[in-house]
């Protein structure tokens, strides 16, 4: 399988998560994955068109764009294996 059409069909996934989850009561999603952005090199790579709750995946990492105090910076949780 192709990056492109890898990529269409997680967006289609996330669409469909989405859209489902305003059907379920006490259930939201916020953010994004971003397939289209690396992994920052900082906590303030914040670039447009980045938004709040971004989240941007890694063989090892999984980064979270935040507000810190009405500040946007990315925050990176270490993703283990099983």
């Given at each position: 399988?192709?990056?492109?059409?890898?990529?269409?069909?997680?967006?289609?996934?996330?669409?469909?998560?989405?859209?489902?989850?305003r059907t379920l009561t006490n259930f939201f999603q916020l953010g994004r994955l971003r397939t289209d952005?690396?992994?920052?090199?900082?906590?303030?790579?914040?670039?447009?068109?980045d938004e709040l709750y971004d989240r941007v995946l890694t063989p090892t990492n999984e980064y979270i764009l935040i507000n810190n105090s009405g500040t946007l910076e990315w925050k990176s949780v270490t993703l283990s294996t099983f």
């Amino acid at each position: 399988m192709e990056y492109e059409e890898l990529e269409q069909r997680i967006t289609l996934v996330e669409d469909l998560i989405r859209n489902q989850s305003r059907t379920l009561t006490n259930f939201f999603q916020l953010g994004r994955l971003r397939t289209d952005r690396t992994a920052p090199s900082s906590s303030a790579d914040v670039q447009e068109p980045d938004e709040l709750y971004d989240r941007v995946l890694t063989p090892t990492n999984e980064y979270i764009l935040i507000n810190n105090s009405g500040t946007l910076e990315w925050k990176s949780v270490t993703l283990s294996t099983f």
